[in-house]
């Protein structure tokens, strides 16, 4: 069982004990993975240590810029914790329960889509969505804080994407070059 010890020295125990919390943060992924990240940092960082605060923001940093769905950082995420073995336990976690109800849900959600009981439920969704994704930046945010020029840049990358529909890569690449050059 010496493939079960990840690069932290994870026991049996520590990986079942990620499965199971990345499969209850799944039940909680309203607005998608990305939602969840504050929990999965105090779990992954703050309790656990086994991620610094620089490895997670690069790990979803690093996700976000590749193209493909939005759930890649929980794999990067666990490949940095645990390699490949990591990366497929926080993958399966958040995958299997979050798509046995989205498929459970869609089918009878569609068969009732316009009874009031449905519509109240999609419409009050809507400030549950944005307030997981606030605290999600809120979380991501943490390690540049105590930077002027990051902050500035979190700021100018907030305003392009609301006012406008520049693509996120160009504000990725934007940031990038903030920091090759030593401003953030």
Known sequence: ??????????????????????????????????ATAPDMHRY??????WL?????????????????PNVLFIP?????????LGAAVMLLGSLIPSTTLALTATRWGTQRRDTRGVRAFVAGMAPVTLGLLLSTGWVLTEPSRGHLGAMLLVGV??????????????????GALVGVLGWA
């Open 52 to 68: 610094t605060d620089a490895q997670f923001t690069s790990s979803i940093a690093l996700a976000q810029a590749a193209p493909g």
């Open 44 to 49: 992954l960082v703050n309790q656990h240590g």
């Open 157 to 174: 990358t907030v305003l392009v994407m609301w006012r406008t529909k520049l693509s996120p890569i160009w504000m990725v690449a934007l």
């Open 1 to 34: 069982m010496s493939w079960l010890v990840g690069t932290h020295g994870l026991t049996l125990a520590d990986w079942l004990g990620v499965f199971v919390q990345f499969m209850l943060l799944s039940t909680l992924a309203i607005g998608g993975a990305i």
């Open 76 to 84: 990067v995420l666990g490949y940095g914790m645990g390699g490949l």
